[in-house]
Structure formats: structure tokens, C-alpha cells
């Protein structure tokens, strides 16, 4: 068949390092797939990108045709069939979030008009990038020619930990859990909902409450777990989650390739517009979808608590805020 072009940027970066061996050998476009695999940093990283594809020439990776460093987005950007932005600017110590932002519209902002200018139409854009909600959709603001459905945030990572933390307190797999969900941003005011998840214990699906009996817990270690596990992996590990992170691009990248299993959804983030879950329009918010002929659809018809609702209308007003901020920044960039 003919190489799809796979774009990765921060490629010399931790999350990039775990990232391209799964996507070189197949475990993300499937064993028959060929790539071509472009990878994007900053000028004072090139010759680190260097060792990198010195590397993935060594794994002699029979899908691999050809490997691209750049530092120039109308190279990294042109003919694109899929492109996940992992790099962005990271929050210094000291630094406010309002900083944060304001570096990373001006690059996500640039990025957005490349792939609007060189990328093909179809496209399927992954933001890593943290704040990934909102450089994403500034990404798709700024490519105004490609569908905003093209454009997604990772909350995949969330999402399995969630799933994760609920196997681990009962003892299953967690392939055994389907079903929970992340709403909203992917920061602490994230909300693990496992009110319409499922799981499988000794052959028989059951509702995780019913499963666990013990609400408190549910409402809250569970969900503070889930939301703070970033910040524990950086306390104990001196660095930010590379090999998870990782893991969960590939799954989410996977899914919008091939689609999801029958019977399950998983979170992403994704334009709000037309959604039934009372969230505002035009948001880069995480939702329950399912994906099928590489389109995602919202699952619709959840019953939402009073507990949920007002989880996800406060992860909404933090959304609602830094859009603001960032909308504020790009008129400016």
C-alpha cells in the first residue's frame, strides 16, 4: 500500500521517545500499514533529533520507509494524513498559567496555519500539548479549511488511569472495566465519571458502583486519584508520565484509525457544538464518543446526577476561561 504520513512535533522530547517505536512497528495503523514518519522540533534540538532517527534506522522497522527531521513547518506540515502535537511550551516554575497560554497560542496558533496550508483537508489532528483543550482548539481556529471534527485532545491518558485505579480496587484486568468517562478539561478540574461504567467480575458485567460498594470512595480518592495522578508520577519520578502518555496517544490515535469496539466509548477531547450535555458550544471539552469510519460521534442519552452535572459545569467554567484568555492572546499573536 501507499506510506501515510505521520507527523509527530516535541519528536526529540520524552513522550516523542516512547511514542515513535509503537507507531513505527504497526501498533497503532495496523502490521500492513507503511510510513513515512516527519518529525518536528526546535532548532536548538535538531542534532538530539538526530540520535532519534539514527535509532528508529536501527530498529530496521520493516513499515518505516522514510523518516524526516525538520525544524521548518512547511515541511513538517505538507500532505499530512495525521499529525499529533506533542510539543508545546511547558510550565516553568514560577510561571503563571496565564503565561503558559500565551506562549502556546503563539505556537499552536502557527501550527494551525500551517496544517490549514500544507496539510491535506482530511487530516486528523491529536493535541498532546498541554494545555492541550485550548491549544487545540486554537489549533483549529487557526486552520479554518479543515473540518473542526478533524481536531481532538488526548484525555485517553485519564481515561486509563481511571480505568485503571477501578481494576486495581477490585483485583481485575483492565481490560475487564468499559465505559468510564472523562469530562471536560485535562487539568485537576477534569471529572472521572464511572456512573455508566462497567465491569466484568467472575464472567458477569456490573455496574462499577454496584461492583465496588463504596460510594464514598467513588466521589472521592477515586476521582482525586485520577485527576492528581499527573503531579504523582512527576513527585516521584523527577519527570512528567512519557511511557503512559505514550501508551494512551497510541490508543487514541488507534481508535480513530480503526474505530471502537462494539458496546464501548471512550473519552476525547472534541468540539463541543451540538452536543446534549447542557456543555457551551464551541469548547475543546472531553466527552464519551464512539468512533466508526474514522468519524466520532458523541454517546448520547446519559443520565446525568446532580453530583456529575456539577463536576463537569466547573470543569466548563475553567474551559470557558482560558478560551477567553487565549482568544485574547490570538488577536494579538
Known amino acids: 500500500g501507499e506510506p501515510i504520513r505521520v507527523l509527530v512535533t516535541g519528536a526529540a522530547g ?4 516512547s511514542l515513535l517505536y509503537s507507531i513505527a512497528k504497526g501498533d497503532v495503523f495496523g502490521k500492513e500499514q507503511p510510513l513515512i514518519l516527519v518529525l518536528l522540533d526546535i532548532t536548538p534540538m535538531m542534532t538530539v533529533l538526530e540520535g532519534v532517527v539514527m535509532e528508529l534506522q536501527d530498529c530496521a522497522l520493516p513499515l518505516l520507509r522514510e523518516v524526516i527531521p525538520t525544524d521548518k513547518e512547511e ?26 497560554l500565551k506562549a502556546n497560542v503563539k505556537i499552536f496558533k502557527s501550527q494551525g496555519a ?43 491518558l485519564d481515561h486509563n488511569r481511571a480505568k ?11 481490560n475487564d472495566v468499559k465505559n ?29 458502583y454496584e461492583a465496588i460498594k463504596d460510594d464514598s470512595w467513588l466521589k472521592g480518592d477515586f476521582i482525586l486519584t485520577v485527576q492528581q495522578r499527573g503531579a504523582a508520577v512527576i513527585k516521584a519520578r523527577k519527570l512528567s508520565s512519557a511511557m503512559s ?13 480503526f474505530g471502537t469496539p462494539a458496546g464501548e466509548f471512550v473519552s476525547m ?38 453530583f456529575s452535572r456539577e463536576k463537569m459545569d466547573l470543569t466548563a467554567k475553567e474551559l470557558a476561561e482560558e478560551k477567553e484568555t487565549a482568544v485574547e492572546f490570538l488577536s494579538s499573536a
Not at 120 to 144: D, R
Not at 164 to 174: D, E, F, N, P, R
Not at 245 to 257: N, S
Open 14 to 17: 520524552q513522550i516523542a521517545y
Open 75 to 100: 515541511v513538517a506540515f505538507k500532505d499530512l494524513d495525521i499529525a499529533i502535537l506533542v510539543g508545546s511550551m511547558p510550565r516553568r516554575e514560577g510561571m503563571e498559567r496565564k503565561d503558559l
Open 114 to 156: 500551517a496544517l490549514d496550508k500544507y496539510a491535506k483537508k482530511t487530516v486528523k489532528v491529536v493535541v498532546v500539548g498541554n494545555p492541550a483543550n485550548t491549544n487545540c482548539l486554537i489549533a483549529s481556529k487557526s486552520a479554518p479549511s479543515i473540518p473542526k471534527e478533524n481536531f481532538s485532545c488526548l484525555t485517553r
Open 164 to 174: 485503571s485505579q477501578i481494576a486495581l480496587k477490585l483485583g481485575v484486568t483492565a
Open 180 to 208: 468510564v468517562i472523562i469530562w471536560g478539561n485535562h487539568s485537576s478540574t477534569q471529572y472521572p465519571d464511572v456512573n455508566h461504567a462497567k465491569v466484568n467480575v467472575k464472567g458477569k458485567e456490573v455496574g462499577v
Open 245 to 257: 502518555a505514550a501508551k494512551a496517544i497510541c490508543d487514541h490515535v488507534r481508535d480513530i484509525w
Open 269 to 306: 477531547g472534541v468540539i463541543s457544538d451540538g452536543n446534549s450535555y447542557g456543555v457551551p458550544e464551541d469548547l475543546l471539552y472531553s466527552f464519551p464518543v464512539v468512533i466508526k469510519d474514522k468519524t466520532w460521534k458523541f454517546v448520547e442519552g446519559l443520565p446525568i446526577n446532580d
